[in-house]
C-alpha cells in the first residue's frame, strides 16, 4: 500500500537530478530492489505507471531489478543466497547470520534525453 | 560520423545521458529519521515504536504500561491511526500527554509525521515517548521514525507463523510481544515456541515476553525490559549542547 509514498518520493528525488540538467528529458529510472526493503516492485511499477501521466515522468520507463537476500555466515564464513523467512546458513544450518545483501532499494540510474 | 575527423565511429552522444546514482530512495525519510533521533537524544527521551497488526492490543499495552510506571516516568504517546481521536483519548484519560496523528488513507508513520507531532510535545518534561504506529504488519517497517526500539505485537489469535510471513517486519523487532495470552487455553493451534521459532529463523535474538493485560502475566518483565533500555539511554546521553534545532 505504500508504494504510492515511495512513488512520489523517487518522482521528487529524480526532479531534483533532473533540475540540474536544464532540458533534459526523463526517459528512464533504474532501481535495485531487495526482498527486504518492504517495497514490493510490482505495486511499484503499478504505482509508477499511473501516477506519471501528464507529468514530467510522463515518456519514463521505469525499471526494477530484484537483488536475492544475501547472508553471511559467523559460523563457517560463508555467504548465501537465502529464503525471505529462514536466515538459517545453507551450509552449516548456523543462524549466526548477518545480511549482506537484500535490504536496499537504490536508486541507480537515471536516464536523461539531453537536446 | 564524427564531425572531427570523418572517421565512422559516433561521437559520445549526449542523447540518453545516464547518471548513475546509488542513493536511497528512503533517503529523504531517512534524514528526517535520524534528525528526530539526535532531538530525542538530546532531551534524554527513550522513544519506542510500537507496531503490531490491527487489534492485537497496542493501546491496552500503552494503558497498563502508563499504569505501572506512572509516577516514576514522565510519559507521552503519539497516536497513529487512519481516522479518529479515541486512542489519544484514551491515553489523555490516564493524565499523559497524547498526540494525535490521522494519516486520512495512509498506511504507515514516517518520520516527517513523527517530527511534527513531537513539537507538539514538550520533550524536557518526557523521559519516554510512546509512538503507537497504524496497525499494519507491512508497510510501517519500511519508514525509520527516529525511535530507539521497535517493539512488536503478535496476538495469540493471529497465528504463531506470522514472523515467518511478514518476516520484513519481525527482523527489526527489539522485542517481541506475545499478547493476549490468557486466550491460549482456547486456541490449541498458536504455540508461543513456535513463534519463537520462526522469528530466530529471521536471526533475531530479540526477547520474546509473553503477555497478558487481562490478568497481568508478563507484564513485570515487560517493564523490567523497558526500565533497562531508559537506564541504558541516560548513560550515554551527549553532554553536548543540541546544535541549533533546524524545523524541517
Request: charged share 20%.
Amino acid at each position: 500500500m505504500h508504494e504510492f509514498s515511495v512513488c512520489q518520493a523517487l518522482m521528487e528525488q529524480v526532479t531534483v537530478i533532473a533540475d540540474q540538467h536544464p532540458g533534459g528529458r526523463i526517459v528512464g529510472i533504474h532501481l535495485y530492489n531487495g526482498p527486504l526493503s518492504g517495497v514490493d516492485s510490482t505495486l511499484l511499477q503499478h504505482a509508477f505507471e499511473f501516477s506519471k501521466k501528464e507529468t514530467l515522468f510522463a515518456d519514463c520507463l521505469l525499471s526494477i531489478e530484484n537483488h536475492p537476500l544475501r547472508v553471511h555466515c559467523r559460523n563457517c564464513l560463508n555467504d548465501r543466497e537465502i529464503a525471505v523467512n529462514d536466515w538459517t546458513c545453507p551450509v552449516c544450518a548456523s543462524l549466526d547470520t548477518e545480511v549482506i545483501g537484500g535490504e536496499e532499494l537504490i536508486l541507480a540510474q537515471v536516464q536523461l534525453d539531453v537536446p | 560520423m564524427c564531425d572531427a575527423c570523418g572517421c565512422t565511429s559516433s561521437p559520445p552522444s549526449q542523447k540518453d545521458k545516464p547518471l548513475k546514482l546509488m542513493s536511497a530512495v528512503f533517503a529523504a525519510n531517512n534524514d528526517a529519521a535520524k534528525h528526530n533521533r539526535n532531538h530525542l537524544q538530546h532531551h534524554g527521551v527513550l522513544a519506542i515504536n510500537l507496531m503490531s497488526a490491527p487489534g492485537a492490543g497496542k493501546t491496552s499495552l500503552l494503558e497498563a504500561t502508563i499504569d505501572a510506571l506512572s509516577g516514576r516516568y514522565r510519559l507521552a504517546v503519539i497516536e497513529g491511526d487512519l481516522e479518529t481521536e479515541n486512542d489519544a483519548q484514551r491515553i489523555r484519560a490516564k493524565g499523559i500527554p497524547a498526540f494525535q496523528i490521522n494519516t486520512g488513507s495512509a498506511c504507515h508513520l514516517d518520520a516527517v509525521m513523527v517530527h511534527d507531532a513531537m513539537h507538539h510535545l514538550d520533550l524536557d518534561t518526557v523521559d519516554i515517548l510512546f509512538i503507537e504506529n497504524i496497525g499494519n504488519l507491512v508497510c510501517p517497517a519500511a519508514y525509520d521514525l527516529g525511535q530507539h526500539f521497535n517493539v512488536l505485537l503478535l496476538s495469540v489469535t493471529e497465528g504463531d507463523d506470522k514472523p515467518a510471513k511478514y518476516p520484513v517486519m519481525f527482523r527489526i523487532a527489539d522485542v517481541m510481544l506475545v499478547s493476549k495470552t490468557d486466550l491460549l487455553p482456547y486456541l490449541d493451534e498458536f504455540k508461543v515456541e513456535r513463534a519463537e521459532t520462526h522469528l530466530r529463523k529471521l536471526a533475531n535474538r530479540a526477547p520474546v515476553i509473553p503477555i497478558s493485560i487481562r490478568n497481568g502475566a508478563g507484564l513485570s518483565q515487560w517493564i523490567e525490559w523497558l526500565e533497562q533500555q531508559f537506564h541504558s539511554l541516560q548513560q550515554n546521553v551527549p553532554a553536548l549542547p543540541e546544535k541549533d534545532h533546524q524545523h524541517l
